[in-house]
């Protein structure tokens, strides 16, 4: 078997152009113009790479952006204090701290200071509890990627196994949640792994969609997935040869899965996507 590529560079594209008619529809109506704020603090050059994208795509559907930088050394007060600014602009709709920050702030701190309903990476504990409840205003832009991804390729999460390796607040949990919610895209039966968990390839064997978001290189091998599997790889991980790769062994699983995501070209494009689909979702709430 040769698994069916799930190409979400492609469907990236496909929903930007959705988004920029939105976003045409929107300004049209209101006159107000979509607009996001990234916020960098000190020099990080994957993270001036993933801004950078960020900006671009924004440019793309016609959401206009703010690029803020803060120098190194600043402090957790200085960011919190635009962060208020921020909240209080009412032409920026959507405001992301671009992760991480310098060790001297505290980030937990800032990410609560963002105002909820600007919160567009959907970090903010109200944020977090409306997803829980079922009832989401924002999803987190990787995990609401995934199942755009699920959704659009026509595979079924309804009473299905989705096994989730990683249990961080950015990517697996967000990701459970969002798979076990009922409707569209949900309604699956969920299990998360991570680092304590028992017997591993046991689990993922039973996997009718296996999610790896773990930051393991090529950790998933062709003996931990079930034949027919729907793999998506969050991972992204460099080697030290340079090459980017994902948490699976994209090489062999594709040998036993039914579908299966790229790294580069998979998870990536969709979760910037998300992210000006939730730009434009706030600029809706601030119009009301
Ligand atoms: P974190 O480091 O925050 O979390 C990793 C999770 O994986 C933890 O829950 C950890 O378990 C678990 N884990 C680590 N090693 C193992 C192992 N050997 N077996 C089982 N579980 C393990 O990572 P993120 O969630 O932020 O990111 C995961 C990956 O996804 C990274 O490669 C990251 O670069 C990528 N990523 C990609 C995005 C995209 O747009 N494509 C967006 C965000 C992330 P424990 O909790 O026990 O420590």
């Given at each position: 078997m040769?698994?069916?590529l799930?190409?979400?560079?492609?469907l990236?594209?496909?929903?930007q152009?959705?988004?920029?008619?939105e976003?045409?529809?929107?300004?049209?109506?209101?006159?107000?113009?979509?607009?996001?704020?990234a916020?960098?603090?000190?020099?990080?050059?994957?993270?001036?790479?993933?801004?950078?994208?960020?900006?671009?795509?924004?440019?793309?559907?016609?959401?206009a952006?703010?690029?803020?930088?803060?120098?190194?050394?600043?402090?957790?007060s200085?960011?919190?204090?635009?962060?208020?600014?921020?909240?209080?602009?009412?032409?920026?709709?959507?405001?992301?701290i671009?992760?991480?920050?310098?060790?001297?702030?505290?980030?937990?701190a800032?990410?609560?200071?963002?105002?909820?309903?600007?919160?567009?990476?959907?970090?903010?504990p109200?944020?977090?509890?409306?997803?829980?409840?079922?009832?989401?205003?924002?999803?987190?832009c990787?995990?609401?990627?995934?199942?755009?991804l699920l959704?659009?390729?026509?595979?079924?999460?309804?009473?299905?196994?989705?096994v989730?390796?990683?249990?961080?607040?950015?990517?697996?949990?967000?990701?459970?949640?969002?798979?076990?919610?009922?409707?569209?895209?949900?309604?699956?039966?969920?299990?998360?792994?991570?680092?304590r968990?028992?017997?591993?390839?046991?689990?993922?064997?039973?996997?009718?969609i296996?999610?790896?978001?773990?930051?393991?290189?090529?950790?998933?091998?062709?003996?931990?997935?079930q034949?027919?599997?729907?793999?998506?790889?969050?991972?992204?991980?460099?080697?030290?040869s340079?090459?980017?790769?994902?948490?699976?062994?994209?090489?062999?699983?594709?040998?036993?899965?039914?579908?299966?995501?790229?790294?580069?070209?998979?998870?990536?494009?969709?979760?910037?996507?998300?992210?000006?689909k939730?730009?434009?979702?706030?600029?809706?709430?601030?119009?009301?």
């Amino acid at each position: 078997m040769t698994a069916v590529l799930l190409d979400g560079k492609a469907l990236a594209g496909q929903i930007q152009i959705e988004i920029a008619d939105e976003v045409r529809a929107f300004v049209g109506r209101t006159g107000v113009t979509p607009c996001l704020a990234a916020v960098l603090v000190g020099e990080n050059p994957a993270s001036e790479v993933y801004v950078r994208n960020k900006q671009r795509a924004c440019e793309r559907v016609g959401v206009a952006s703010q690029l803020i930088r803060l120098g190194g050394d600043a402090s957790s007060s200085e960011l919190l204090d635009l962060v208020a600014r921020l909240n209080a602009d009412a032409a920026v709709h959507g405001i992301l701290i671009q992760l991480p920050v310098p060790k001297q702030i505290d980030s937990q701190a800032v990410l609560r200071a963002v105002s909820p309903l600007k919160d567009v990476d959907a970090f903010h504990p109200e944020n977090v509890g409306l997803l829980v409840q079922g009832a989401p205003r924002f999803a987190p832009c990787t995990p609401y990627g995934v199942q755009q991804l699920l959704i659009r390729n026509g595979i079924e999460t309804a009473g299905r196994h989705a096994v989730i390796l990683g249990r961080s607040e950015i990517v697996g949990k967000p990701m459970a949640n969002l798979l076990v919610q009922r409707g569209a895209g949900g309604d699956a039966t969920v299990t998360i792994c991570h680092s304590r968990t028992r017997d591993l390839p046991s689990i993922t064997r039973q996997a009718d969609i296996l999610i790896a978001a773990i930051g393991q290189p090529q950790f998933v091998t062709a003996e931990m997935v079930q034949r027919g599997a729907a793999v998506v790889d969050v991972g992204m991980n460099r080697l030290d040869s340079g090459k980017l790769v994902g948490d699976v062994d994209f090489d062999a699983v594709r040998n036993v899965a039914g579908h299966i995501t790229p790294v580069p070209g998979g998870v990536g494009p969709l979760t910037v996507t998300m992210l000006l689909k939730n730009t434009l979702s706030a600029a809706v709430l601030s119009v009301g």
